[in-house]
C-alpha cells in the first residue's frame, strides 16, 4: 500500500527515489528520542545546581540554556517531592 503512495509520488515530483514512509517514521522517532535525552540532561543539570548550588534561577537557566521558567517548573517540582 505504501510502496503505491510512494510510485505516485515519485511520479507527480519527477524524482527516482523519494524517503518512504517507513524511513521518515524511523528518522522522526530517532529525533524525538534525542530531544527527550537532551531535554532528560538539561533537568538533571538544573536539578544538580538547585540542589548544590547558590546560583540564582536566572544563572542556572543561562547554564542549561533554557528560559527560566523551566528551572522554576522544575525548583516547584522539587519542593512538591
Wanted: hydrophobic share 40%; charged share 30%.
Amino acid at each position: 500500500m505504501f510502496y503505491k503512495f510512494e510510485e505516485e509520488l515519485e511520479t507527480i515530483i519527477n524524482k527516482e527515489k523519494t524517503m518512504g514512509i517507513r524511513e521518515l517514521a524511523t528518522l522522526l522517532i530517532k529525533e524525538e528520542g534525542r530531544e527527550e535525552g537532551r531535554e532528560q540532561t538539561q533537568a538533571t543539570i538544573i536539578t544538580n545546581l538547585l540542589e548544590k548550588s547558590d546560583h540564582t534561577f536566572q544563572e542556572i537557566a543561562a547554564f542549561a540554556g533554557v528560559p527560566i521558567d523551566v528551572v522554576i517548573e522544575i525548583r516547584n517540582s522539587l519542593l512538591t517531592k
